[in-house]
């Protein structure tokens, strides 16, 4: 694993920590008082990738949701003259992630982050009828329809920087599938969290 991918979830793994107010020092398994086993924080899985038992990059553990997020985080970018930072979302990234979530009996949601930027840096992509299913939360904002540029030689989304700027909720189809998916910025996906923690 590159060192760019694994600082990227930890910034991850530290923020979902912070809103059940705990840190890499907690245990991530406790027994509760009947000595069943429970994930008791979220965190970052160990060579991701890597362990057939492990899937996705983090395991949350928040209370209030009905199933906890498998999150799959990339920061595979380019820059053109043109568009200025892209990022580069393979579909295969998302099919895998909601194959393996599916698996688990979790929520799959994918992240990515732009690089060197301090506005708008990173985003959330989660499956619209995934949202509605499992987030007992009204959208902070009312969705924007974005059309990201699509590749089917290499089977690729593609988010230009400069159009998601000054936007919090945008919602795009993927063709393959017909599916909607939203598409959050950092400080939305923040708010819904705190909305189901606060239920």
């Given at each position: 694993m590159s060192s760019k991918g694994y600082n990227f979830e930890?910034?991850?793994?530290?923020?979902?920590?912070?809103?059940?107010?705990?840190?890499k020092h907690d245990p991530i398994l406790k027994a509760d008082d009947k000595g069943l086993i429970h994930v008791n924080?979220?965190?970052?899985?160990?060579?991701?990738?890597?362990?057939?038992?492990?899937?996705g990059d983090i395991l949350t553990a928040i209370p209030g949701l009905p199933r906890q997020i498998k999150v799959e985080c990339?920061?595979?970018?380019?820059?053109?003259k043109k568009d200025g930072q892209m990022?580069?979302?393979?579909?295969e990234w998302l099919s895998k992630n909601e194959a393996e979530a599916k698996a688990d009996n979790q929520i799959p949601v994918l992240t990515f982050s732009f690089k060197r930027l301090q506005k708008d840096r990173i985003w959330w992509i989660i499956k619209k009828a995934d949202f509605g299913r499992w987030f007992n939360?009204?959208?902070?904002?009312i969705?924007?329809?974005?059309?990201?540029?699509?590749?089917?030689k290499k089977d690729t989304l593609k988010f230009a920087h400069k159009d998601l700027v000054s936007k919090k909720c945008l919602i795009f189809l993927e063709s393959?599938?017909?599916?909607?998916?939203l598409l959050l910025s950092h400080t939305t996906f923040g708010n819904v969290l705190t909305s189901v923690l606060a239920t």
């Open positions: 930890s910034e991850v793994e530290d923020w979902f920590l912070a809103f059940t107010g705990q840190n924080r979220s965190f970052r899985i160990p060579s991701s990738g890597a362990m057939d038992s492990l899937k990339k920061s595979r970018y380019e820059h053109t990022i580069i979302v393979e579909k939360v009204m959208l902070p904002e969705p924007q329809t974005i059309k990201p540029q699509e590749s089917k393959n599938t017909n599916e909607s998916y």
